[in-house]
């Protein structure tokens, strides 16, 4: 078995495994981040889950399959199989929480996992046309300021997109009315965007979408916040 320790404390590398570790620096932000808007939205339950297991989980799922005999970019074959370990998280837990309760925000969250990034009737990319169309999204929390408490990530997230604003109180209330309006399909890529520090065309390789799309994403979620802003 394969896990992150293991290769950290290795002097003999392969070639792919020093790849593998040459990405931890992203890599980790990016899943430590997702793991706290999922717990802040109430997907998931608080400490569970940990960056250094998701990716355990990924590296083994890469060795067990021999996604590294593929002819994938590395980086890419990387951060696509943690998100897919992410992805699978995800829709056990609100699997579970749909299960257990009527709670429409959580459905909604567990079917955006489950939609498809364009329409095949006219190729516009979904979800991103219009975000205030999203009825699950209006359900928002209210003590964003209490949650969202990494500050570092939070200034990343406002410095990334410049959201700063006079309208809400704090950073973390900021950000967290960002993320409360965006469903999980939405939110992964833009903080593959800010933590993973990967480009849109990187992005569209991760998602097998096109690279207009990815900035078609980033900039209406950027312009939905904005208008919620006003209108909220």
Known sequence: ????????????????????????????????????????????????????????DAILKIYEENLQKTDTDIK???????????KSTLAK?????S?????????????SLEIEFFVDADKETILYKDLDDISYNKNQQSNFDEVFTDE????????????HNEI??????????????????????VDLSVFGKLSAKEIAKVYAIDEAKVANVIANA???????????
């Open 99 to 111: 299960t257990e309760n009527s709670d429409d925000f959580l459905k909604g969250e567990l079917q």
């Open 222 to 232: 950027k312009e939905s916040f904005k208008t919620h802003q006003h209108n909220g």
């Open 152 to 163: 570092s990530a939070n200034t990343a997230v406002i410095n990334h997109f410049n959201l």
């Open 1 to 56: 078995m394969k896990s992150l320790n293991e290769l950290e404390g290795k002097s003999n590398l392969n070639e792919f495994d020093k790849s593998i570790l040459s990405y931890m620096e992203n890599l980790h932000p990016y899943v430590k981040h997702r793991l706290h808007v999922a717990e802040n939205k109430g997907i998931l339950p608080k400490n569970l889950y940990n960056s250094t297991g998701i990716i355990d």
């Open 93 to 97: 837990e609100l699997e579970n929480s």
């Open 168 to 189: 809400y109180h704090s950073d973390s209330e900021t950000v967290g009315r960002f993320y409360n309006l965006l469903p999980e399909c939405v939110s992964s890529i």
């Open 76 to 86: 890419i074959l990387l951060f696509k199989t943690v998100d897919e370990i992410l």
